[in-house]
């Protein structure tokens, strides 16, 4: 069965090459985001000036743990008012007294507490007497004293708790902080609003050998009995952090740390190594804007529920996002560290030197940040290709997201806590981050990096709302480029303001070209609203003759049509949208499809740019998907990735397959689908990108990851190549290898090699892994055998690793439990078992996993195949009281629902081409352009089998 192929391809090049989605994190397009009818926001008639935080943390302590605050806020107010507004959650209030400062007289206060908007209403108590004061006074400053106690939780949110087992095996427990959006007043009542700065001064109580970090410096003048930190610039609540633990750090300059528990420190030499050179560079990009905090510490948090956290000058991430041990992690995790830490560094500006007015222009903080990861680390790690990268880790997926009637603009109002967390997604980041790199080029790169100067340094310390970026980027634009006029401001509404984006479609008659644009959807639907949005659109295009360097606007595009002169002759090809840089798809004529399918056939290709290449791949794959171009037509220009040797196109490719993978699954087609085409010339792949420089892996690594596949091959397919039947010993021994220093085994090669030890071996290896991944003191290891232990075809041991994943709390932390859950459906052998799983066990799951459990609903929809798992998964999602998940599993059934009609229209057509009848206008090879390009299986297990033999010599070879 070829399946595997395909199946442990893509993991291996997941392994490889992407930078794994956080699996708890997993950012979908939202649910939840009209506003609702209750009021969450704060009124304005009074705003905090300045903090005073003691806070006496009791983590020791046996359940519950406590802790304790005093705290001293000042607030001023604007208009006079009656009441007094803020925040708090979860914590108790023991007293509260407030003074006029002017006066310094106390005043008899009642306050009320709502549990639903977490309003905290503080009013003058007007039976007080005659003389009593009934309001509090414009332009006078109140001070308010608080005392109050709260728990430490396990949830990962608040003032929140956290465990690891020290070297001789003893629980350590530290307590540590995730505050945004909306959890700061969890550990102090405040006014919880990103546009209600003050500073801050925080003070901590010593206990036993538990140090103290914060936002600041400690001061000099450290007493005996407090921690207490220098006061903070004007910040908003959310990226306040503090933590209490036993943690060791490692630095490189006095101003820099990297803190872990002490048993995992020596794995922060990479962050510590790399960190100062991102902050350099996202400096140097910012035209020498410094980095505004005396100095910055990383911490690994053994729990964390975000990936990773901006908190000013104290940034928090998961151990497996930060700590990096060469023999005990891929380098995709090397990758993911670097940019991880540039995306936080970004925010130090981008979040935290400038605060979003309100959640609306959340993308403000996270676009920026998605396009430093790549552009700020490309300047620190140059053999990445970060730049190219970005295009298909990032603008696609968007792209991709995007595409469905229910995406949303990238400004969106919400409130609620819940709408706010839905807006962390697809469209916040990769959307905004790719809306941005294409303003940077229709601007030039110049003026971008002065206008992104001028835009931080005139909104610092303060919020900002998009008109800011662009009153900044069009004034250095006028000042740059007086013969030019581009109005950034109407310009950006476009793309920020409304949902989806333009298909471009460019078709040729005689010397003329005709341009049309109307927005892309995967599944057309024709209300009137899609049918007349209209994007403003910088084109660029070149041609066959021309190069793929100039990334300027060639042209504008505001109407729905266009004509300009066709560029080239009409035998020649012309391409939009060079190196992907605008956020559109792009459809051809029939002519000049076919002009480019023959290019790319010929050994010419590369002249192509690798971005383009994966660009015309994703579009055309994504086109015929939504039906407006023939599927021949696409697969026909898939047919030249048999030459394909670069990783940049593959991604495209790869990822788009992994759609008609899961479609075609139990069809007619898919035997077909697996065996004509694509399995051989993904191992193709496999065996070019050895040559290939993306990667910073060595060539015996992947030579090896071949072997397993091919091996699993073999095994599946019964032909008699006999060094394939490796019996139990030597499983075992392949499991063994990466601990047993002779018989190294690279982290690139374990998940794999787990994977297909698991597949064919019992419980015994099973267990064997198991064992391994509770002794473990890597958390990058941790987390690829965690997704290895999916993999066991055992029906009793997938059912119990589910088990374990909702009971055994010891060993998978809850941060981790989705990602079992997604590792067992993402194996086909346990589709079926995870999916009876979450039906008998919807309340534990949901109850143990928190947040995860929406993406869980999502991943197991997207597997659906067939009418009979659809009918049971609505049932399901009828009969159950799905809570915060019933939104995305309303969706996940739209989705599915859409897929399964997907399959009854395309099916057919792809099932034809595959069995090579005639479908397609565009012409099919000839020969001389691409001989290879109908392999029948014959030669397919030939070039299978040479691809084996020169494997195994290179391990006779070692
Ligand atoms: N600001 C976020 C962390 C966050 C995410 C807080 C969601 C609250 C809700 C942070 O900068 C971030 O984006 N983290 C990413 C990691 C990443 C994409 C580099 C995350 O946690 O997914
Ligand atoms: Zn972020």
């Known amino acids: 069965m070829l399946w595997e192929t395909v199946t442990f391809a893509v993991v291996l090049l997941q392994i490889l090459m992407t930078t794994s989605t956080l699996p708890s994190l997993e950012k979908t397009v939202s649910s939840d985001i009209t506003a609702s009818e209750i009021d969450y926001r704060l009124p304005t008639n009074v705003k905090p000036i300045h903090y005073k935080i003691i806070l006496n943390p009791l983590i020791e302590e046996p359940d519950p743990s406590t802790f304790t605050g005093e705290e001293i806020i000042t ?122 700065k003050a500073t801050f001064e925080i003070s901590i109580q010593k206990k036993r050998n538990l140090h103290a970090i914060s936002n600041m410096p400690i001061k000099n003048d450290e007493n005996e009995h407090y921690y207490n930190f220098e006061t903070t610039p004007v910040m908003p609540t959310y990226l306040i952090a503090f933590i209490v633990s036993e943690f060791k750090s490692l630095n490189k300059t006095e101003n820099f740390h990297v803190w872990a528990r002490e048993g995992a420190i020596e794995q922060a030499q990479y962050s510590v190594d790399v960190g100062p050179s991102l902050l350099n560079a996202i400096e140097d990009f910012l035209l020498d804007l410094k980095y505004p905090m005396p100095k910055m ?112 603009p990238i400004t969106q109002y919400v409130d609620s806590p819940n709408s706010i967390r839905s807006i962390f997604d697809t469209i916040s980041y990769e959307k905004a981050g790719s809306v941005i790199r294409m303003m940077e080029h229709f601007l030039t790169t110049e003026v971008f990096k002065k206008g992104l100067r001028r835009y931080l340094e005139s909104r610092k310390y303060s919020n900002a709302n998009e008109e800011h970026l662009y009153d900044a980027m069009n004034k250095e634009f006028q000042a740059t480029k007086p013969e030019l006029y581009a109005d950034v401001s109407n310009i950006m509404h476009t793309w920020t303001r409304q949902a989806g984006y333009p298909l471009v479609t460019v078709t040729s008659e005689g010397n003329q070209l005709t341009i049309t644009q109307k927005r892309f959807l995967l599944m057309p639907s024709s209300t009137p609203e899609e049918d007349s949005a209209l994007w403003t659109i910088p084109l660029t295009y070149t041609t066959q003759d021309g ?55 010929s050994d010419n290709y590369e002249k192509i ?16 998907r939504a039906g407006v171009l023939k599927y021949s037509t696409a697969l026909e220009l898939t047919t030249y990735l048999i030459k394909e040797e670069d990783y940049i196109p593959w991604y495209s490719a790869l990822n788009d397959f992994t759609f008609l993978n899961l479609r075609l699954t139990g069809t007619d087609a898919y035997p077909l689908f697996k065996v004509k085409q694509l399995s051989c010339r993904l191992l193709y792949f496999i065996i070019f990108i050895i040559f ?130 997604s590792a ?52 399901f999602v009828e009969n159950k009281e799905l809570g915060a998940a019933a939104e995305a599993a309303r969706r996940a059934v739209e989705s599915a629902e859409q897929n399964l ?31 290879s390009l109908s392999l029948s299986p014959a030669v397919c297990v030939t070039l299978f089998t040479s691809i084996l033999y020169q494997i195994l010599n290179t391990f006779k070879m070692k």
């Open 901 to 931: 009609e997907w399959s009854k229209i395309h099916g057919s057509e792809i099932e034809s081409w595959l069995k090579g009848e005639p479908t397609s206008t565009v012409p099919s090879t000839t020969p001389g352009e691409a001989s």
């Open 297 to 408: 510490d990383e911490v690994a948090v053994p729990d964390f529920s975000a990936g990773a956290m901006e908190n000013w000058g104290l940034t928090t991430y998961r151990e497996r996002i930060i700590l990096y041990d060469k023999d005990h992690a891929t380098a995709a995790t090397k990758q993911q560290i670097a940019t991880v830490a540039a995306h936080e560094f970004a925010h130090q500006w981008f979040g935290d030197l400038v605060s979003p007015e309100w959640w609306n222009y959340l993308w403000l903080n996270e676009g920026f940040a998605t396009y430093f990861e790549s552009f700020a680390t490309d300047m620190v790690e140059t053999a990445w290709r970060l730049k190219e990268q970005f295009v298909v880790r990032d603008l696609q997926p968007a792209l991709a997201a995007d595409a469905l009637l229910t995406s949303h």
């Open 75 to 196: 607030v001023k107010v604007i208009e006079e008012t009656e009441s007094i507004t803020l925040h708090y959650n979860n914590i108790t209030i023991h007293d509260v007294i407030i003074t006029r400062a002017s006066t310094e007289t106390n005043l008899t206060v009642n306050h009320n507490y709502d549990t639903v908007t977490h309003f905290w209403v503080i009013s003058l108590d007007t039976s007080a007497g005659e003389d009593a004061e009934r309001t509090f006074k414009a332009n006078e400053e109140y001070l308010i004293l608080i005392q109050y106690s709260g728990h430490h939780q396990d949830d990962m949110y608040g003032f929140y708790r956290s465990s690891y087992k020290d070297t001789e095996g003893k629980t350590v427990w530290l307590a540590t902080t995730q505050f945004e959006p909306g959890h700061a007043r969890r550990a102090f009542p405040c006014f919880d609003e990103p546009a209600f």
């Open 609 to 624: 740019s690798a971005v383009n290449r994966a660009q015309l791949l994703d579009d055309a794959l994504n086109l015929a």
């Open 824 to 875: 067992v459906y993402s194996n086909p052998d346990g589709f079926q078992l995870a999916f009876n799983f979450l039906q008998a066990n919807y309340d534990s799951v949901a109850s143990s996993y928190g947040t995860g459990v929406s993406s869980i609903i999502t991943g197991i929809a997207g597997r659906i195949a067939t009418q009979e798992q659809l009918d049971e998964f609505r049932k």
């Open 692 to 821: 290939s420089t993306a990667l910073i892996i060595s060539k015996k690594e992947l030579i090896f990851s071949t072997y397993e596949i091919g091996c699993l091959k073999c095994v599946h397919s019964h032909h008699d190549l006999k060094f394939c039947h490796r019996n139990n010993a030597e499983r075992k021994s392949t499991i063994a290898y990466s601990h047993n220093d002779s018989t190294y085994l690279s982290p690139n090669l374990q998940s794999v090699t787990y994977c297909t030890a698991l597949r064919h071996g019992g419980k015994e290896e099973w267990n064997f892994l198991w064992n391994k991944y509770v002794s473990s003191n890597y958390a990058t290891e941790q987390s690829l055998i965690l997704t290895a232990l999916g993999c066991t075809t055992d029906q009793a041991l997938i059912d119990g690793y589910l088990t374990k994943s909702i009971e055994d709390r010891v060993n998978i932390r809850r941060q981790d439990a989705a990602s079992v859950f």
């Open 547 to 601: 190069d793929f360097h100039n990334t300027s606007t060639k042209q504008w595009m505001k109407s729905s049509s266009l004509k300009i002169g066709r560029p080239t002759e009409e035998n020649k090809w012309f391409i939009f949208n060079v190196q992907q840089t605008g956020f559109y798809r792009v459809n051809y004529d029939e002519n000049n499809w076919s002009l480019l399918i023959r290019y790319l056939r």
